[in-house]
């Protein structure tokens, strides 16, 4: 492990000043069983301001976010360190770790407010939303009179944009939509008139639309109550709209603090950079991904790159594609008409895309557009849709049992998960090898030689055959998973938001691989995102699916420059910019 | 809408009575082919055989002999018991008062302490009371109730200390709560055997709920921990916690067999180890209808608390 | 720099950041058996159930030598001349009754068990995999037959067939079916909607390869902790109908039936009650240990690093 980290700091801002709330120094948080997590942070917020504190998973800004409340949670304990609070109207601050239980509390929920991950976890469901406004007041003894904590619960739902009225307060939070419930949260961390606000991801469950009206919520909000803000989140692009400063945090350790726009834009430690590199940008300007798509993202290990014998096989596959072909001139993949509807819920409505051997489209929806199931629709998992899918110009069943084998070889699809879509109890090299199994070619010996061949070209290697899911890292069971979509050699491969799952510089080297795997195969390709950021890197083709219809549909760069419909332009109004 | 879902459970709930009787008289089919001669034994005259023949309806086609029954079930006729002669309701109606008692006692103790204990022990995770009482709970968890009721008289009223009595002293007809020190010995039995279940079963639930989202938003909203506990933790464990209470409370209608024949206690669990032995099936078919009915009747109060405890289901259509 | 050897697992462990919680696979391949030993509670569980097996199927080996000495006194002494443990009230050693009486109960046991699991097994498996109107009509009957407890049940079975052994097993078995079938189903329903069980359809796996190579070893956790549990409820329903004189009939030895026939004179020769009540509290308090050490070692696969 690294020893001592210096942390990059581009500015004073952090030395002693009359304008910081809370200062963290020397911080250091360790399990139960010894094993230190963070390794001594040091960062301020001052009054007014926003610090975003960045970085991927595992690297403890979470539980950097909770010290600041003097939480711990189960199975991890203060080790050293200070965390210093200098509450309004007071000049001596109070050490917030070294607090007994009572003094902590009296704290937490008036000085120090908290906005959850989760909204829809962190209330209690069994509770109306306005009595959980309420408690707090009640708790920290809000005001002198029962009619003044009344009118402050409906004045803080005001000011978050909700009505205040009784009716309103009496909802439970299963009757409100996501967006609501994180606004319920933030009014119930404003109530108090806080000093310092922590934000735990408060956006991360939630649509881009919905996130931009809850980040100017709290924006609003930290501003007008002269609050200094801990915003923690993976997400960069989020850092860049909403916070002042960022601090960014590698495995415990801060390593690089200062203005957003000197941090972000003049990035100096070399994991910053990296960072900075992987983030997809809309314009399309830096190239992500680009040679971590030779290596994995983890230890340096021989590569095999795919030498001829790999292309020549690519070449096979188009050739007894073709021979089999009932129309020479039919586009490769054909979607044409296809409808879905539950009930009287319509999922999926006159759908109609085409891909060309080599092409890449990728398919752009929020939750619920049914993007994920258009794509398994495609993959013949999905059996429930009218209309036609074909594949050079043959009409193919709907359901994935019903198809030849040779049109179930040509598409093949990659599932959002790699923590879901590998059997926990086989190994790489068992699951792989199914694909091959249930088309019935070869046998037992040329089989692996094929599964290695695949675990060559997704560059895991041939040492993976062996081993199983529980042991590889997300990013690697991810290759692995796209290996098994490629040992049948595919003409077309179906990606269901196969980096969501992903920290970010994985999804870059993830996308980087599928790049030089389109070249290498000649694959054609219909890649579902959430993500718009990503269409620049990786597609040609952009498809804009809102409430199960097409809304907009060409050349990326055209839909993006001149986007036809309403849906699309707020979209791309919506992403925070690079 | 409250209304509805219970009536949906209370149609689910008949459904179940009448597959358990169709159950319950469908074993009867399964009698050897004179059942009259296997339950009068090779010594029986002919005569008395045709009797009995007469008198279980045999002579008449099994689906009338089923609704003559079933019928008979909603007025309260039981019909006949076979090795008493006498009628099946009047043969139990004063038993099952007795075992009322017993399981009332066991479950007014048992129900409470099973979820403080449970409350207890999550609360206290992974120190040494904790472990203490899950060991303590694993062990009477496993035993059957014989072998801890042999335990008790063991050690309260053999070998040991003498100071209650073995059995049920009561001669037949003085109502058994004349002598309440014949009670205690089969109720903390059935404590012993139940509130095991009870206290796992909470336990896990709290455990579970004190690691949610919302009790650590309550935690970082400066919520003192007893309110955190009890207005926060304790009502979301009810609801799960009322279907284990229903399953032992059910259990108890047919764990009370063993401990009344343990301790010869005058209810129903006796009546129904007799009714086995001389093979009184009519004696049988009652007493597995009632200990039914208990099932449904708990199962459906347990649907009850779980739908107060959970907003989402209340106000579910 | 490299940015990911965190392992996953670790990550998990500290399961504090992550933005979108991932649809995460329920269990990691470590060996089964090494965690349960790894607990106290395995390796008691498994001492006690070791020993009283031994017992159960030794004992039957050593009777001529507990049997040496006839009795004819009848409730005889313990540590006497007339055997170790003195003689019941026909006058028989207990000693020898209990070396021959444990060998059936346990047989029965697991024969009972293993039926329950196998049906339950199947029944909750398919039910979960097929779905539908079969899902919903499979578990309504379960729920007719969860009405009735087992023992009532079993006592309705010996009411008609008569106590005989085949009634017992298969008695215990059959209403154990329904309870496991209930978890085996929704064990199931939790890995059914992992991505590798779409993806072994989509690969068009026959339907029973997918139920037997990707189901199946995945749902082996609550399934061993269900056996463990439910083999502790047979020992104790067989032993409590034996007691209740319902099971083997007089004169066999068996430790049920040898409680019911010494109960009696529990305060002047205790021995032939507390022989066998120790052993099948120990028999059952070993299972249900082993029961538990087995859910806690399926547990630790999941969460905890």
Request: charged fraction near 20%; proline fraction near 5%.
């Amino acid at each position: 492990m690294t020893t001592e980290t210096t942390t990059v700091r581009h500015d004073d801002a952090n030395l002693p000043n009359e304008k910081i709330v809370l200062r963290v120094t020397d911080l250091k948080i360790a399990t139960n069983a010894g094993d230190e997590i963070l390794h001594g942070v040091n960062f301020a917020l001052s009054r007014g301001e926003i610090l975003g504190l960045v970085g991927e998973s595992g690297s403890g800004k979470t539980t950097a976010g909770l010290a600041c409340m003097g939480h711990f949670r189960e199975g991890l304990k203060f080790a050293s360190g200070s965390v210093s609070l200098w509450p309004r109207g007071d000049d001596t601050a109070v050490e917030v770790v070294e607090l007994d239980e009572v003094a902590v509390r009296s704290l937490r929920g008036s000085r120090i407010a908290y906005i959850p991950q989760d909204p829809a976890l962190s209330l209690n469901p069994a509770m109306r939303v306005g009595e959980q406004i309420r408690e707090v007041l009640d708790i920290h003894k809000f005001g002198s009179s029962e009619a003044e904590r009344s009118e402050r619960v409906a004045a803080v739902l005001v000011d978050v944009g909700l009505s205040g009225d009784k009716a309103y307060q009496k909802r439970w939070p299963h009757q409100l939509s996501g967006g609501q419930q994180q606004r319920i949260g933030i009014a119930m961390a404003f109530a108090m008139y806080p000093d310092v606000l922590i934000l735990d991801e408060p956006t991360t469950g939630l649509d881009v639309s919905t996130q931009a009206v809850v980040l100017d919520t709290i924006r609003q909000m930290t501003v007008a109550n002269n609050v200094a803000g801990l915003y923690i989140t993976h997400d960069l692009a989020v850092i860049k709209d909403i916070s002042d400063r960022v601090a960014v945090m590698l495995r415990g350790d801060l390593v690089e603090e200062g203005p957003v726009a000197s941090v972000l834009e003049d990035p100096q430690h070399e994991y910053t950079k990296m960072l900075m590199s992987a983030v997809p940008d809309l314009a399309g300007r830096k190239t992500i991904g680009e040679g971590a798509a030779a290596e994995p993202e983890s230890e340096s290990k021989a590569t095999h790159i795919l030498v001829s014998a790999g292309t020549s096989k690519s070449d096979d596959s188009t050739e007894s594609g073709d021979g089999a072909a009932t129309s020479a001139n039919a586009p490769l993949l054909q979607v044409k008409d296809v409808a879905l509807a539950y009930g009287k819920a319509q999922i999926l409505d006159g759908i109609n895309l085409t891909l060309e051997p080599g092409d890449c489209t990728l398919l752009l929806g929020e939750s619920g557009s049914g993007k994920t199931t258009l794509s398994r629709c495609v993959a013949g998992l999905n059996d429930d849709y009218s209309g036609t899918v074909a594949l050079r110009g043959a009409e193919l069943a709907r359901s994935t049992r019903k198809r030849t084998n040779e049109q179930r070889v040509g598409i093949q699809y990659v599932f959002q998960s790699p923590f879901s879509s590998l059997n926990p109890r086989r190994s790489i090299g068992q699951s792989l090898t199914v694909p091959l199994e249930m088309s019935g070619d070869g046998t037992a010996a040329t089989r692996k030689a094929q599964v290695e061949e695949a675990l060559d070209s997704v560059r895991l290697g041939r040492s993976f055959y062996h081993r199983r899911p529980g042991d590889l890292s997300g990013g690697e069971r991810q290759r692995a998973a796209i290996a098994r979509a490629l040992v049948n050699q595919p003409s077309v491969l179906v990606c269901d938001e196969i980096t969501s799952a992903l920290d970010v510089s994985v999804q870059a080297s993830i996308i980087g691989l599928l790049r030089t795997l389109r070249k290498e195969h000649d694959l054609a390709m219909l890649f579902v995102t959430h993500n718009i950021a990503l269409s620049r890197h990786i597609a040609d083709n952009l498809a804009v699916l809102n409430k199960g219809t097409i809304v907009d549909y060409g050349p990326t760069a055209e839909v993006l420059e001149n986007p036809k419909h309403e849906y699309t332009r707020t979209l791309i109004a919506d992403v925070p910019k690079f | 809408m409250f209304g509805k879902v219970i009536g949906r459970r209370l149609i689910f709930s008949a459904f179940i009575l009448i597959a358990v009787s169709l159950l319950v008289f469908g074993a009867t089919l399964l009698l050897p082919g004179d059942a009259a001669r296997a339950i009068l034994g090779q010594q029986a005259t002919p005569e008395r055989i045709a009797a009995l023949n007469e008198q279980l309806g045999l002579n008449q086609p099994a689906w009338q002999r089923y609704f003559s029954w079933l019928g008979g079930l909603f007025v309260g006729d039981f019909g006949t018991s076979t090795a008493s002669g006498g009628s099946v309701a009047q043969l139990l109606s004063d038993r099952i008062g007795n075992s009322f008692i017993l399981m009332a006692a066991a479950a007014i103790i048992s129900v409470p302490l099973g979820i403080g204990l449970g409350v207890y022990s999550a609360l206290h995770r992974g120190g040494r009371r904790d472990s203490a009482l899950t060991g303590i709970s694993l062990v009477f968890a496993a035993m059957p109730e014989f072998v801890i009721g042999i335990g008790l008289i063991a050690i309260f009223a053999t070998s040991v200390f003498q100071i209650l009595p073995a059995v049920t002293l009561a001669p037949p007809g003085e109502p058994v709560w004349g002598r309440p020190e014949q009670l205690i010995l089969p109720t903390v039995t059935l404590i012993l055997v139940v509130t095991p279940y009870i206290v796992r079963m909470m336990r896990a639930t709290m455990i579970e709920v004190l690691d949610s989202g919302f009790v650590e938003m309550a935690r970082l909203k400066g919520v003192p921990e007893t309110r955190v506990i009890l207005r926060h933790a304790v009502p979301h464990a009810l609801g799960p916690v009322a279907q284990v209470v229903a399953i032992q409370l059910a259990w108890l209608a047919g764990g009370v067999v063993v401990v009344e024949f343990l301790f010869r206690y005058p209810g129903l669990g006796q009546a129904l180890i007799d009714a086995v032995t001389y093979r009184d099936v009519q004696v049988v078919q009652a007493i597995s209808m009632l200990v039914a009915a208990v099932y449904v009747v708990v199962n459906l109060a347990a649907d009850v608390v779980g739908i107060l405890t959970n907003p989402k289901l209340r106000s579910a259509a | 720099m490299s940015t990911n050897t965190n392992n996953l697992d670790d990550l998990k462990g500290s399961a504090v950041d992550g933005g979108e919680v991932p649809k995460e696979s329920q269990t990691t391949y470590t060996p089964f058996f090494k965690r349960v030993l790894a607990q106290k509670q395995g390796k008691i569980g498994l001492t006690l159930t070791i020993i009283v097996l031994l017992l159960a199927f030794c004992g039957p080996l050593l009777l001529p030598w507990a049997t040496g000495n006839t009795a004819t006194e009848f409730v005889a002494k313990p540590f006497s001349p007339h055997g170790l443990f003195g003689s019941d009230n026909l006058g028989r050693d207990v000693l020898s009754r209990f070396f021959a009486g444990g060998l059936t109960l346990i047989v029965y046991s697991v024969l009972a068990t293993a039926l329950g699991m196998i049906l339950g097994a199947i029944i909750g498996m398919l039910a979960a995999y097929v779905g539908g109107t079969f899902d919903a009509i499979v578990m309504r009957l379960n729920d007719v037959i969860l009405a009735v407890p087992q023992l009532v049940f079993a006592l309705l079975a010996i009411t008609v067939l008569g106590p005989q052994g085949w009634v017992l097993v298969t008695v215990i078995g059959v209403t154990h079916a329904p309870r496991i079938a209930r978890v085996a189903r929704s064990a199931t329903l939790g890995v059914i909607t992992e991505d590798y069980i779409l993806a072994a359809e989509m690969y068009a796996m026959p339907r029973w390869k997918v139920l037997l190579r990707e189901l199946l070893p995945n749902i082996t956790g609550p399934l061993s902790v269900e056996a463990g549990l439910r083999l502790t409820y047979s020992i104790g329903y067989i032993a409590s109908l034996s007691f209740l004189g319902l099971g083997l009939q007089p004169p066999a030895a068996d430790w049920g039936l040898m409680i019911n026939e010494n109960r009696i004179a529990l305060s002047i020769q205790p021995w032939g009650v507390l022989l066998p009540v120790i052993a099948i509290a120990l028999l059952t308090i070993g299972t249900n240990l082993l029961a538990d050490s087995f859910a806690r070692a399926t547990a630790s696969t999941s969460v905890e690093a």
